[in-house]
């Protein structure tokens, strides 16, 4: 049994009357301990499904399941599954110190021993101890993604949603990001379901990946199939070609 | 003094309250660098100190009458700002009187704002029917004229300093609860508050721990500009009777009883009115000099 199971899934904002079919009918399975990405260009709704899991969009048609289990937006969900968000500039709380943020997950959900934790966490993330007192404006956008990301493992998830996670820093500081999630991930045994635009990320860090576009699925490969450049729709490939470059290096 | 100043600006505080105090600290450096904001900073400090010294600095009792010796100009010995219509000091008066002015500010400070922040953020946070029923009560609030509707809840009430601070406070809110609501709906929707819902956390929880501190900001702006008018509509009050009663020395009721001689003996009535003059322009300055500290948008420059 797989850990995620989505059932043609359908996201339908309205606005003004108007209404806005963001995801249409896309099936998708990930299993324990696998890296499963999603690739698409902009709007292709894509994050749309990892908000649609965390309860952020109007699901409108189809099933999520967690562990087997119709999805409950309660606290159990959030000791099961957390994310990190795109934006690491827009996703910290500007006038909460680190510690701040790092223990309202503990608090919320009572669990003791707060000190240790955040430190431990702060070390896990590699970020210097002495930090635990700054404010978000002290730190770079690498160091808030860390910030970002310790925050989501506070509560020792097992599944963790990375929505473009390394899009909005630097090249250089993209890499130690996703070396830092490669390895926490090994480490906790961590599921992931991970969006981006860019397919050298998804090569690097995902067994398994499906291609959307216009807020369908178009195919889904394996890392293999990713490697040996066998897909079979012309869109697939233009993305593929399109960052070919990279994904040899 | 140089290892505190270095305590306070450490970029790796090592416990909470150092990270508030050298935030609080770079605010006040941003802060003195504006002289007009000094200046209002200045004149509410000697506020606070006439108030805290007031036995020491007034030169007479403020209710003792002294019927020979009523109407004297200003600049009379003994009586540099001049005596009433029953000879009490006007000097006098005017500093037991600032402690009747900081009392009502501060109990307005604290209620107004408070009711203000809870009913916006509220609102602002569930949105749909709860967002409507308590805008349109904040409509209703607004849609009536401050003094007007002062004046209603303390004749209803009964006069007094007490009631006057209720009516001035139950007055006072829409504005606070209109700011507070703009600001939730530019932050509601913010990641940090997805990730803090995703969490697990309550309303509640969003509500003060999360949304609170970014509106806080624009409502102490509003605050310590509203404080000019809150310090007129108590002295409006007492000009009318219905705020402090004779004998306290509360300003307006001061300005009240000088109308009576405005053309002849024009100090009575001009000394406390000077005294509400200065007092409120203390507030507006600061009040500005905070938005330039306090506003990330102003700030940005």
């Known amino acids: ?249 | 003094m140089t290892t505190l100043t270095q305590w306070l600006r450490d970029p790796n505080p090592t416990s909470r309250r150092q990270a508030k105090l050298g935030q609080l600290w770079l605010g006040w450096l941003r802060l003195k660098r504006n002289p007009l904001a000094m200046a209002g900073l200045v004149i509410i400090g000697l506020l606070l100190v006439i108030a805290a010294f007031a036995p020491v600095l007034a030169t007479h009792d403020p209710i003792a009458q002294n019927l020979q010796n009523r109407l004297q100009p200003p600049l009379t010995p003994g009586h540099w700002l001049g005596t009433d219509d029953f000879g009490r000091d006007i000097w006098s008066r005017i500093v037991y009187g600032s402690r009747i002015t900081l009392y009502i500010i501060a109990l307005v400070a604290v209620t107004a704002p408070l009711i203000g922040l809870m009913v916006g953020t509220v609102a602002g946070y569930f949105g749909g029917w709860v967002d409507a029923v308590l805008m349109r009560l904040t409509d209703i609030f607004l849609a009536f004229p401050r003094l007007i509707l002062a004046l209603a809840l303390v004749a209803v009430l009964g006069p007094g300093i007490e009631n006057a601070v209720l009516a001035i406070a139950l007055t006072a809110w829409p504005p606070y609860a209109r700011v507070a609501r703009a600001e939730t709906l530019t932050v509601r929707n913010s990641d940090y508050i997805a990730a803090v819902r995703l969490q697990g956390a309550g309303a509640g929880r969003i509500i003060w721990g999360h949304i609170v501190p970014m509106c806080l900001p624009s409502v102490i702006i509003r605050v310590t500009l509203d404080m000019a008018g809150v310090i007129l509509i108590a002295a409006g009050l007492g000009f009318l009777g219905l705020g402090a009663q004779p004998p306290l020395s509360e300003w307006g009721l001061m300005i009240s009883a000088g109308r009576k001689y405005l053309f002849e003996q024009w100090w009575v009535a001009t000394m406390p009115g000077l005294a509400i003059f200065i007092v409120s322009l203390g507030f507006n300055l600061l009040g500005d000099g905070l938005r330039d500290v306090l506003d990330p948008r102003s700030a940005a420059k």
């Open chain 1, 1 to 249: 049994m797989s850990l995620i199971e989505i059932d043609d899934l359908s996201v339908t904002f309205t606005a003004q009357g108007r209404e806005v079919r963001a995801v249409q009918g896309v099936s998708l399975r990930v299993d324990v301990r696998e890296s499963f990405g999603l690739v698409g260009e902009s709007g292709s709704g894509k994050s749309t499904i990892l908000r649609a899991i965390c309860g952020l969009a109007p699901v409108s048609g189809g099933s999520i399941r967690i562990g087997g289990e119709v999805l409950r937006h309660d606290r159990a969900f959030a000791r099961r599954v957390q994310m990190v968000f795109q934006d690491p500039y827009a996703s910290l709380h500007p006038r909460h110190t680190l510690d701040r943020t790092l223990s309202e997950p503990l608090a919320i959900h009572g669990i003791g021993g707060a000190d240790q934790r955040v430190m431990r966490a702060l070390e896990d993330v590699g970020l210097p101890s002495s930090f635990r007192f700054r404010y978000p404006h002290q730190l770079s956008g690498g160091q808030r993604q860390r910030v970002a990301i310790a925050r989501a493992l506070m509560l020792e998830p097992e599944i963790l949603l990375l929505d473009e996670p390394t899009s909005a820093l630097d090249a250089s500081v993209q890499a130690e990001v996703l070396n830092l999630l490669a390895r926490l991930r090994a480490e906790r045994g961590l599921t992931f379901l991970m969006v981006s635009h860019d397919l050298a990320v998804i090569d690097h860090m995902c067994d398994r990946v499906l291609v959307m576009q216009h807020g369908r699925a178009v195919e889904e490969l394996t890392r293999a199939e990713l490697a040996g450049a066998r897909m079979q729709t012309d869109y697939a490939r233009s993305l593929f070609e399109a960052s070919a470059d990279r994904l040899m290096g």
